[in-house]
């Protein structure tokens, strides 16, 4: 069954004739020129999970033809294929900063997205969040805080999968029990003389296991792009799932949209993995005792089923000292996260200075501690010592004159 809703399509202005964007402060559509505003057409449906196993067993496809006004263009640098509506225009690659000066064309099918994500953060308040974190950051170059400024940043949806399956896992494994032994040894204690003492040692015993668990998953997220790196996106989580809005084209007015690089059976291997490191925590769980060993896991997965969906992102990707660097907004959270570059001539002034510093205070207490100390006027100079007087009588000189 092919689902004919174009991706994306225009909102022309019914006042200046212009055309409207989504508005992520008043979630409405909003023309940037006159700033009439309109409500969002109507959502049909709901979001629904579609079976995997029958999608890929019938090979059915729910793709859809773009509308006729939207373009897409390759991207030379970093190769993402990025839809974008007119009179919006390709520019610079929102991923690597490239300029775009190949020839836009009409987008190839999709599979339409079940759900999206609205923008929840507008660009002003994206930029602030941006120059608060460079401000932030220790050892940027100055001049770099000066050409963010300057730089372009651009509403990026980016496409994810989510995968919910119920998972059947057995498996084999040791369960270790610590129990303890007391022992005796000697020891020399400070005086020289050797003591025997005891100890508790601790021992484990294990014994072979094997078992079953059961888990339910629910929205397994998988990025389904290879322009960011999946831990930089995985960082930007979490992501609240449940304002997904049931697909409305009016939602990526304005925006740009990136296609999924990662076709939905190879995500489904990525959310196995994703899956595992529950599984494995189950089952240590499951087998109890005091330490465990799994040694095998085989897992069953039953039922999964799949979203593609389209999650908001401001993207600032900006080119300094010839090397590129990139910084993202969850335009859901605020969180941002991305790369900056280093000033050498920071990070040396910092050393330096420590450095002098470090040394200054070394002189000054050496100083004082080589500096004679002066008598305290307050207390009195001791007397040089007096002998005592013998306790002879001094002789008579009469007594030393001989007699005649």
């Not at 170059?141 to 940043?153: D, N, S």
Request: proline residues 8%; negative net charge; glycine residues 6%.
């Amino acid at each position: 069954m092919t689902n004919t809703q174009p991706l994306t399509q225009q909102f022309p202005c019914s006042g200046c004739g212009s055309t409207l964007e989504f508005d992520p402060k008043s979630a409405q559509l909003k023309c940037p020129y006159c700033g009439r505003e309109d409500e969002l057409p109507t959502a049909m449906g709901q979001v629904v999970e579609r079976s995997l196993e029958e999608f890929v067993n019938a090979n059915r496809t729910q793709i859809a033809a773009l509308s006729t006004t939207a373009l897409e263009v390759e991207c030379p640098g970093c190769r993402a294929q990025i839809t974008f509506q007119p009179p919006d225009v390709a520019g610079k690659c929102p991923f690597c900063a490239t300029s775009i000066v190949t020839q836009p064309h009409a987008p190839n099918p999709v599979l339409m997205p079940e759900a999206v994500l609205p923008f929840g953060l507008g660009k002003k308040a994206a930029q602030e969040r941006i120059q608060k974190w460079l401000h932030s950051r220790w050892f940027a170059p100055t001049g770099l805080k000066k050409l963010a400024q300057h730089e372009g940043m651009q509403g990026v949806y980016l496409p994810f999968w989510t995968y919910d399956a119920q998972t059947h896992s057995t498996y084999r494994g040791e369960r270790g029990t610590h129990y303890y032994v007391t022992e005796t040894y000697t020891e020399t204690n400070s005086e020289g003389k050797t003591e025997t003492k005891t100890r508790e040692v601790q021992h484990t015993r294990w014994c072979s296991v094997s078992g079953n668990v059961s888990c339910y998953f629910d929205d397994v997220l998988v990025p389904a792009v290879e322009t960011i790196k999946t831990k930089r996106l995985e960082a930007l989580e979490p992501w609240d799932l449940s304002k997904l809005m049931p697909y409305n084209s009016s939602y990526l007015a304005g925006f740009k949209v990136q296609r999924y690089q990662i076709q939905l059976k190879e995500g489904f291997e990525l959310a196995k993995e994703k899956m595992a490191s529950t599984i494995h925590q189950n089952v240590v769980r499951d087998i109890g005792g005091d330490e465990q060993r799994v040694s095998s896991v085989s897992t069953d997965y039953y039922d999964p089923t799949f979203k593609h969906v389209l999650l908001p992102v401001w993207l600032s990707s900006y080119r300094y000292h010839n090397k590129q660097y990139q910084v993202m907004v969850n335009a859901q959270t605020g969180e941002v996260l991305g790369d900056r570059p280093f000033s050498v001539w920071k990070i040396t002034k910092v050393i330096v200075l420590t450095a002098v510093v470090t040394v200054g205070l070394l002189f000054v207490i050496g100083h004082f501690a080589e500096e004679p100390q002066i008598p305290d006027p307050s207390t009195p100079e001791e007397l040089p010592s007096i002998p005592e007087e013998s306790s002879q009588p001094y002789p008579d000189p009469a007594s030393s004159i001989e007699s005649p």
